[in-house]
């Protein structure tokens, strides 16, 4: 499999079996253009009528069905700029509804941890990781940015 990530430890280089996954949201008003990634493949992005949290949330949670249903035995490392993720993963909060539950539920069954990261951030400040996040960040918000230059909001 391609695209693993390779964390290092005090004084070694060790190869850990996870597959990098990214997901995205962009949002204007009711409309948002969601995102996501899986290792190499091509980035997959989707119109939905939700608020920007609720849009995040639906990014992963698409993406980690997808996972679900390549039926792969390692684990997943998800890179996402939303805190509400970050933390039902932590479980720094508890989930409130079910959709929040479904997200944790899918976190667990996909072998999926979660890692923040910087939404906006400079080029020059920016890792391998978070340049591949910023490809997903930058066609999210491009496609929601046509989408309005071309349709007229009633």
Same mark, same amino acid.
């Given at each position: 499999?391609?695209?693993?990530?390779?964390?290092n430890t005090?004084?070694?280089?060790?190869?850990?079996?996870?597959?990098?996954?990214?997901?995205?949201?962009?949002?204007?008003?009711?409309?948002?253009?969601?995102?996501?990634?899986i290792?190499?493949?091509?980035?997959?992005?989707?119109?939905?009528? !939700?608020?920007? %949290?609720?849009? /995040?949330? @639906?990014?992963?949670?698409?993406?980690? #069905?997808?996972?679900? &249903?390549?039926?792969?035995?390692?684990?997943?490392i998800?890179?996402?700029?939303?805190d509400?993720?970050?933390?039902?993963?932590?479980?720094i909060?508890?989930?409130?509804?079910?959709?929040?539950?479904?997200?944790?539920?899918? !976190?667990?069954? %996909?072998k999926? /941890?979660v @890692?923040?990261?910087?939404g906006?951030? #400079?080029?020059?400040? &920016?890792?391998?990781?978070?340049?591949?996040?910023?490809?997903?960040?930058?066609l999210?918000?491009?496609t929601?940015?046509?989408?309005?230059k071309?349709?007229?909001i009633?």
């Amino acid at each position: 499999m391609e695209n693993f990530i390779d964390k290092n430890t005090e004084d070694k280089k060790v190869t850990v079996n996870k597959k990098l996954l990214f997901s995205d949201a962009s949002t204007r008003g009711n409309v948002s253009i969601i995102g996501y990634k899986i290792g190499d493949n091509k980035i997959v992005v989707k119109k939905e009528q !939700l608020k920007n %949290t609720q849009a /995040e949330m @639906e990014a992963a949670i698409q993406l980690l #069905k997808e996972v679900k &249903k390549s039926e792969t035995k390692c684990q997943h490392i998800l890179y996402t700029d939303c805190d509400k993720i970050f933390r039902l993963s932590k479980e720094i909060m508890e989930p409130r509804d079910k959709h929040e539950l479904k997200l944790m539920k899918l !976190l667990s069954s %996909t072998k999926t /941890e979660v @890692e923040h990261v910087k939404g906006h951030s #400079k080029q020059i400040d &920016k890792n391998s990781v978070e340049l591949q996040f910023q490809q997903v960040d930058k066609l999210v918000r491009k496609t929601l940015r046509n989408h309005f230059k071309y349709y007229i909001i009633e």
